[in-house]
């Protein structure tokens, strides 16, 4: 009886050690997908890009005031540059976004604070 007893707390005891281990992240982002942006190519073609901008989460509530926007000019090598322009509120902090073209599976990402410019460069006019 005695062994069981002592086998039994020490399981209890490993559960309770290893659930407490964790760690909590304070520095956890959020994720916020803007509508998708469609473009039509200097060749006439319609392109869709897809914005994921990822915030400090002290900066969640100023998710609906992000904006963005894209054009699409020639490339000069017969192809479209798209230049996308992601603005965050001026409080938000540093963000991460990642703009990306699925039909050809392009994307681009970068951080910065207030404005943030991204390429895209595709293989259609």
Known sequence: MKFRSV?????????????????ASANM????????????TPGGHYIVVNNLVY???????LKNQITDEATATSDGAGGTLITVQVHLPATAGRG?????E?????????DGYTTITLYLDVPLT
């Open 102 to 110: 699925n039909r050809f599976r392009m994307s681009s990402e970068r």
């Open 29 to 40: 982002t959020w994720c916020v997908s803007d509508p998708p942006i469609q473009l039509v």
């Open 96 to 100: 991460h976004v990642v703009s990306s």
């Open 55 to 61: 915030l400090p989460p002290q900066a969640l509530h």
């Open 7 to 23: 086998l039994l707390a020490g399981l209890l005891a490993g559960v309770l050690f290893g659930a407490g281990s964790g760690a």
